[in-house]
């Protein structure tokens, strides 16, 4: 192993190690990266960029706590145990990690202590799963043998994250992949690693033997990729962009490791004449502004009915105008900034593609001024109306605050629209009509479709992609199959086993 860790703090900069065997280390070729306030344009903190080398380090530390350790030995019932602990370890320390991350991306203070006071209920949920029976006995078409199967964990996980949930989109595969039996390596997004790097240490605190969780931080390539290639690791749990998850299972293809992909949506959010327009209006607001619109399941595309579409622009664009744009820290602010320069040029730049394609601006479209931050990454709440399907406003993720209102006549022409679109995450649907909302939801093709309401997940329903929006599901009791290997056992419980080619003797 090399060098313990530099711990030093400069001028207001910490310095954080990968997480390797339960305690923070250097990088071997000592290459960091800093990690951003966006709110305020500082650098807080730097994290190692890790190395092939560092990559290794963490892949040998996941593999001989899978195949050698103190973890080998844990029953499911310990394992359940160390779950419950770690919840409770996240839990005290809810606000700490919480104001890690708002450093981190921006989000608003409220919203990430809600997550994180969230976390312990899916560790609770995953250590109940842990001790459930998983396998079965198979009846043969062949006498005096027993079958029977049981569900055994893959080996080395790698979760590579995004910045905009990092620790909940972190949870979603810790708690299932831990409850099976697994080690992990998590690499986050290189916009939010220190987050990750305080969540291992508590893990530790907890009680959790050393190389089952490693933290890796650093850029996609060189850490994401040494990862994705490595013959170490058994499986890639992935959550981000479209485009990386296609390189990335294109590179794990080539060792065969198991992959699960959440990606990215381009939702629709779809509104018929007769819904309840206040409820509605709540739900495209929150869908499309909640978290700045950084959320895969961001309800980007709002359709809405012929006879009521002037009535909603007018109200939806009134509520997106009076939206606090502030100080994330700040618990009266209604929309922080959004995570990383890159994201917030790549946000404004999809206002002028929606303008020069000729959708028609009727709220924000600016970056937006806060006080006291004139570096903030801070972007005005924007709508576009008059959007067609075939814009790229209305076909590429943009994952900022941008709506795009597209009218529709009938619902034939709502459910073609919605599902014009390569992505399938989710979908929402405003009716007061019952028999319309189960016809509209057995049509659209996405892996949640969210019925008079918007933007829901729990530890207890899977969640994922159609199309390509992602492969496999996060959450739910499902969730553990992805984390797991059925192997089949033939037993004999006849007369031993007849020469093959002699049977009768
Ligand atoms: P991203 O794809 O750029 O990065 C995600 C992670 O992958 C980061 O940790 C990054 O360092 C790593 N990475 C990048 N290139 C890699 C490579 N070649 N090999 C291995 N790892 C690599 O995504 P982002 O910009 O951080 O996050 C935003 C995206 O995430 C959006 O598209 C959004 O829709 C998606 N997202 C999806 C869900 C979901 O559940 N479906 C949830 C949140 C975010």
């Given at each position: 192993m090399s060098q313990s860790l530099p711990g030093t703090s400069v001028a207001g900069v910490t310095r954080y190690g990968l997480f390797i065997g339960n305690q923070q280390i250097a990088p071997v070729d000592g290459e960091y990266l800093d990690v951003v306030n966006p709110a305020t344009g500082k650098v807080w903190a730097q994290v190692p960029n890790a190395s092939v080398k560092d990559v290794d380090m963490a892949v040998e530390s996941a593999r001989s706590a899978f195949e050698e350790g103190d973890w080998l030995g844990y029953r499911a019932a310990d394992r359940a145990k160390f779950l419950i602990r770690f919840g409770e370890a996240i839990a005290d320390n809810a606000e700490e990690i919480a104001q890690l991350q708002v450093n981190e991306n921006g989000k608003l203070i409220r919203e990430m202590v809600g997550q994180a006071k969230l976390m312990p209920e899916y560790f609770n949920y995953y250590a109940g799963l842990a001790q459930m029976p998983t396998g079965s006995t198979n009846p043969l078409h062949v006498k005096q043998m027993l079958n029977y199967t049981v569900r055994e964990p893959l080996g080395v996980v790698a979760a590579i994250t995004p910045w905009n949930s990092p620790l909940l989109l972190l949870v979603w595969k810790l708690g299932p992949a831990l409850a099976a039996g697994n080690t992990v390596i998590a690499k986050p997004s290189e916009v939010t690693p220190v987050s990750a790097i305080r969540f291992a240490e508590l893990a530790a605190e907890a009680g959790l033997p050393p190389g089952v969780f490693n933290v890796v931080t650093g850029l996609g390539s060189p850490s994401g990729s040494a990862l994705t290639g490595h013959p170490g690791v058994d499986k890639i749990a992935f959550t981000g962009s479209t485009a990386t998850g296609q390189a990335i299972a294109s590179q794990a293809g080539k060792t065969l490791k198991r992959v699960s992909l959440e990606l990215g949506g381009k939702s629709p959010n779809i509104v018929f004449s007769d819904a309840d327009l206040t409820s509605a209006i709540n739900g495209l607001v929150a869908g499309i502004f909640g978290a700045s619109g950084q959320?895969?399941?961001?309800?980007?595309r709002i359709l809405v009915q012929d006879t009521m579409y002037d009535q909603v622009v007018e109200e939806f664009v009134r509520r997106a105008e009076a939206i606090k744009v502030g100080d994330p820290q700040n618990p009266a602010s209604e929309m922080g900034t959004v995570a990383c320069r890159p994201q917030f040029e790549k946000v404004l730049s999809y206002i002028d593609i929606a303008k020069s394609d000729g959708a028609r601006l009727v709220a924000g479209g600016t970056r937006a001024e806060v006080d006291g931050f004139p570096d903030g990454l801070f972007v005005r709440p924007t709508v576009f109306a008059d959007v067609t399907n075939d814009m790229r406003i209305a076909q590429e993720e943009v994952f900022g605050p941008i709506a795009s209102l597209i009218r529709f006549h009938d619902e034939d022409e709502a459910v073609r629209i919605a599902n014009e679109t390569q992505f399938g995450l989710a979908a929402g649907i405003w009716t007061g009509n019952v028999q319309r909302a189960h016809r509209v939801a057995s049509r659209l093709r996405a892996g949640t479709v969210w019925i008079n309401n918007y933007r829901k997940t729990s530890y207890a329903t899977p969640f994922g992609g159609y199309k390509q929006s992602g492969l496999g599901r996060e959450n739910g009791a499902d969730a553990l199959r992805e984390y797991t290997e059925e192997k089949s056992v033939w037993v004999d419980t006849g007369q031993g086993v007849k020469d093959p080619f002699n049977p009768r003797a």
């Amino acid at each position: 192993m090399s060098q313990s860790l530099p711990g030093t703090s400069v001028a207001g900069v910490t310095r954080y190690g990968l997480f390797i065997g339960n305690q923070q280390i250097a990088p071997v070729d000592g290459e960091y990266l800093d990690v951003v306030n966006p709110a305020t344009g500082k650098v807080w903190a730097q994290v190692p960029n890790a190395s092939v080398k560092d990559v290794d380090m963490a892949v040998e530390s996941a593999r001989s706590a899978f195949e050698e350790g103190d973890w080998l030995g844990y029953r499911a019932a310990d394992r359940a145990k160390f779950l419950i602990r770690f919840g409770e370890a996240i839990a005290d320390n809810a606000e700490e990690i919480a104001q890690l991350q708002v450093n981190e991306n921006g989000k608003l203070i409220r919203e990430m202590v809600g997550q994180a006071k969230l976390m312990p209920e899916y560790f609770n949920y995953y250590a109940g799963l842990a001790q459930m029976p998983t396998g079965s006995t198979n009846p043969l078409h062949v006498k005096q043998m027993l079958n029977y199967t049981v569900r055994e964990p893959l080996g080395v996980v790698a979760a590579i994250t995004p910045w905009n949930s990092p620790l909940l989109l972190l949870v979603w595969k810790l708690g299932p992949a831990l409850a099976a039996g697994n080690t992990v390596i998590a690499k986050p997004s290189e916009v939010t690693p220190v987050s990750a790097i305080r969540f291992a240490e508590l893990a530790a605190e907890a009680g959790l033997p050393p190389g089952v969780f490693n933290v890796v931080t650093g850029l996609g390539s060189p850490s994401g990729s040494a990862l994705t290639g490595h013959p170490g690791v058994d499986k890639i749990a992935f959550t981000g962009s479209t485009a990386t998850g296609q390189a990335i299972a294109s590179q794990a293809g080539k060792t065969l490791k198991r992959v699960s992909l959440e990606l990215g949506g381009k939702s629709p959010n779809i509104v018929f004449s007769d819904a309840d327009l206040t409820s509605a209006i709540n739900g495209l607001v929150a869908g499309i502004f909640g978290a700045s619109g950084q959320t895969c399941m961001a309800g980007s595309r709002i359709l809405v009915q012929d006879t009521m579409y002037d009535q909603v622009v007018e109200e939806f664009v009134r509520r997106a105008e009076a939206i606090k744009v502030g100080d994330p820290q700040n618990p009266a602010s209604e929309m922080g900034t959004v995570a990383c320069r890159p994201q917030f040029e790549k946000v404004l730049s999809y206002i002028d593609i929606a303008k020069s394609d000729g959708a028609r601006l009727v709220a924000g479209g600016t970056r937006a001024e806060v006080d006291g931050f004139p570096d903030g990454l801070f972007v005005r709440p924007t709508v576009f109306a008059d959007v067609t399907n075939d814009m790229r406003i209305a076909q590429e993720e943009v994952f900022g605050p941008i709506a795009s209102l597209i009218r529709f006549h009938d619902e034939d022409e709502a459910v073609r629209i919605a599902n014009e679109t390569q992505f399938g995450l989710a979908a929402g649907i405003w009716t007061g009509n019952v028999q319309r909302a189960h016809r509209v939801a057995s049509r659209l093709r996405a892996g949640t479709v969210w019925i008079n309401n918007y933007r829901k997940t729990s530890y207890a329903t899977p969640f994922g992609g159609y199309k390509q929006s992602g492969l496999g599901r996060e959450n739910g009791a499902d969730a553990l199959r992805e984390y797991t290997e059925e192997k089949s056992v033939w037993v004999d419980t006849g007369q031993g086993v007849k020469d093959p080619f002699n049977p009768r003797a």
